[in-house]
């Protein structure tokens, strides 16, 4: 990560932009803006060492960062410099995940289409419903997916491992 010192004026017209409109930090009270497209942090009034703990927090590998540790900063340093640690940490924790995605895409997708080959399933969404009330009957089970397509990823699965067998009834 690149660390710049820099008053506010010094910061690039986008950061500018970012600390007055997005997290609409008076320029007086500018201590610190995270630029994570760039990898770049600027800061102003804190000291290195305070710097040097904050990038151990973004670039912390955890998932969640230590809440102990982020409430002292924020009682310290208020929410601004609290919101621009835990988003940046969030965007690297993204970012990661994007490249373990596009690596296990790259593995998959040659044995899916190998698979998709195979004659196709038509798209039933009466099926779907049912399949689904009937799975979660209201208390579904992968908050991050909406409860059809959990069903049809884990059909799809079923169906191109073997262990479903389409029949075509509802085609």
Known sequence: MIIKKCTFDELPDAMQM??????????AEYRLAIWSNKDTLYYNKL???????????????????NNRTMDSIYNKY???????IRNA?????????EKIAERVAEEYLPIIE??????????CSELLKAMSHLADKGHFKYKEWS???AYIYFMGYLLGSG?????????
């Not at 190998?114 to 798209?123: E, F, L």
């Open 18 to 27: 970012h600390v007055l409109y997005c997290e609409k930090i008076p320029v």
């Open 47 to 65: 000291k290195e060492s305070e710097i040097k703990r904050f990038v151990a927090l973004i670039e912390s590998e955890k998932r969640c960062l």
């Open 78 to 84: 208020g929410s601004a410099v609290y919101f621009e």
């Open 89 to 97: 940490h969030d965007f690297l924790l993204k970012k990661e995940r």
């Open 114 to 123: 190998k698979a998709m080959d195979r004659p196709s399933v038509p798209y």
């Open 147 to 149: 409860t059809d397509q």
């Open 163 to 171: 262990k479903l067998e389409w029949e075509g009834q509802l085609s």
